[in-house]
């Protein structure tokens, strides 16, 4: 039901929105939210933990589910059971990764990187209110994390958080805030608390870190830079337990390896 040029009836919340807002389209957002909610760690989700992660009614998650199992963004594991993400993703995910070709450059400067450190160097883009490890290099030390490519890291106690926090661009941040806000109060502070120290840090040391913050025994610094026009800003880590990369050793030794090596990247996929 349309009111106005400036105002439109959401019929599937029966909310108004006005402005922008009303080319936004409610049951696609959800759509993509139940999609998205599917993890790296992930084999299958059940009817219910799609619906907590959404915060969405069962009915509405019943009906979402059904018309991604008919366009094979979901499959459905059992007849009643759970579901697992369709080869239909596939060409969406695909299509990203492949304008990503700052990865195939990255990789053997971010494997050297990791085998002298006896780390995990991770490449990111940020993705809400988390960063998505789009590449993943890792030592052959037993103690490098095992995180993989998709895993989510927090914005806001992570190295690489606060590097995209401190590098992004106010309305960046001011949209970050925003969804923030949007969660929880919690969420926002920890964000603005994130954009300061990952500000302070860039000013004192020219990266981000965090020692013991995103977990406990486990340090790392991040860096981050721009890739080409149609990439949004990228973060790289380099962390692993605080017992084999302790903070003097990352700053000393890892940090003026980390900024070369996103320098030399920047400069070579800017040309």
């Not at 619906?51 to 991604?68: A, D, H």
């Not at 971010?110 to 890792?138: C, H, N, P, W």
């Not at 800003?233 to 890892?254: A, R």
Request: net charge neutral; aromatic share 6%.
């Amino acid at each position: 039901m349309i009111g106005s040029d400036s105002e439109m009836k959401d019929t599937s919340s029966g909310e108004y929105r006005t402005g922008e807002d009303r080319y936004f389209i409610t049951a696609l957002s959800r759509g993509l939210d139940v999609l998205a909610c599917f993890r790296s760690g992930d084999v299958s989700l059940s009817n219910q933990q799609i619906s907590e992660r959404c915060g969405l009614p069962k009915s509405t998650v019943t009906r979402i589910v059904y018309t991604l199992l008919k366009r094979g963004y979901l499959i459905q594991l059992e007849p009643g059971g759970r579901y697992a993400l369709g080869t239909a993703t596939l060409a969406l995910g695909s299509s990203m990764l492949a304008r990503m070709d700052i990865r195939q450059m990255a990789r053997p400067l971010m494997q050297d990187l990791a085998d002298f450190a006896g780390a995990t160097l991770a490449l990111g883009v940020r993705e809400k209110l988390s960063v998505i490890y789009t590449e993943v290099a890792r030592s052959t030390a037993t103690l490098a994390l095992t995180l993989q490519i998709g895993s989510r890291i927090s914005l806001a106690t992570s190295a690489i958080g606060r590097a995209y926090l401190a590098s992004a661009t106010e309305h960046e941040r001011a949209a970050i805030l925003k969804l923030a806000t949007e969660l929880d109060d919690s969420a926002a502070d920890a964000i603005r608390t994130g954009i300061a120290r990952g500000q302070q840090d860039y000013q004192e040391y020219g990266c981000s870190t965090s020692f013991g913050e995103w977990q406990k025994d486990v340090n790392g610094i991040a860096i981050a830079f721009r890739s080409s026009g149609t990439i949004p800003l990228m973060v790289m880590n380099c962390g692993g337990p605080s017992s084999s990369l302790p903070k003097d050793f990352l700053l000393g030794e890892v940090r003026p390896r980390l900024l070369a090596l996103a320098k030399k990247l920047e400069s070579s996929a800017l040309g």
